[in-house]
């Protein structure tokens, strides 16, 4: 059965502590990791997508990577706005999408 | 800048009643989903449509109904409320293009009493 974890479920950061989130994954015919954001009371917010072993991502402070088991969320220098939960979401073969249950961010100024 | 809208934000209903939540995106995105998200669990499907007049259920579709019958709107009904159906629920939309990522609304807060 496919399945995404991730870990932590939730984790504290000081302002600048960088760390990373990970998300494992047993997905049959992967044809795309997906990165989103998920701030309380909104929807998520789409950030990254992988498509092969070896890629890697970036956007502002965030970095996502991809391999043949799993994907990190690297955080460098965090700030307080990044505090949200992370979601990774792996899609198979038969295009159907599998959440995993997210990492709660904290960052404290 | 409107994306995916869902109505109402908030409601709560008591055993038994029926309605429907509202989904509507301004994108011309083919594929259209809906999800539940409850505490300490992911986000499951329940059920989606890859285009108008097209549906298909999910993970888990008991208890819910959709139409498709226009591209921009995508509604759920609930039949019969049950106190199990109390969650967070979200609706999503993407193009057919098959990587592509999924758009989602703010979500309808649901609780059953």
């Known amino acids: 059965e496919d399945q995404v974890t991730q870990s932590p479920e939730a984790l504290r950061l000081q302002e600048g502590e960088s760390s990373s989130l990970n998300c494992s994954y047993t997905v049959s015919g992967l044809r795309g990791l997906f990165w989103y954001r998920q701030d309380p009371g909104k929807g998520p917010e789409f950030l990254f997508t992988l498509y092969s072993a070896g890629e890697e991502k970036e956007k502002e402070r965030l970095k996502a990577t991809l391999t043949k088991k799993e994907s990190f969320l690297h955080i460098t220098a965090p700030k307080p706005e990044d505090s949200a939960t992370y979601l990774c979401?792996?899609?198979?073969?038969?295009?159907?999408?599998?959440f995993g249950k997210g990492t709660r961010l904290h960052i404290l100024p | 800048n409107a994306g995916v809208t869902q109505t109402p934000k908030f409601q709560v209903l008591k055993t038994g009643q029926s309605m429907t939540l509202q989904c509507a995106q301004d994108m011309n995105h083919e594929y259209m989903s809906w999800y539940r998200q409850d505490p300490g669990m992911g986000l499951r499907l329940i059920h989606y449509?890859?285009?108008?007049?097209?549906?298909d259920q999910g993970e888990v579709p008991n208890g819910y109904n959709v139409s498709r019958s226009t591209t921009e709107d995508f509604p759920l009904r609930l039949l019969s409320a049950a106190p199990s159906q109390t969650s967070v629920y979200f609706c999503?939309?993407?193009?057919?293009?098959?990587?592509?990522?999924?758009?989602f609304g703010d979500g309808t807060r649901l609780s059953i009493l």
């Open positions: 449509s890859v285009g108008a007049g097209i549906t």
């Open positions: 999503a939309s993407r193009t057919d293009s098959t990587n592509q990522p999924q758009h």
């Open positions: 979401a792996g899609k198979d073969r038969d295009d159907k999408i599998i």
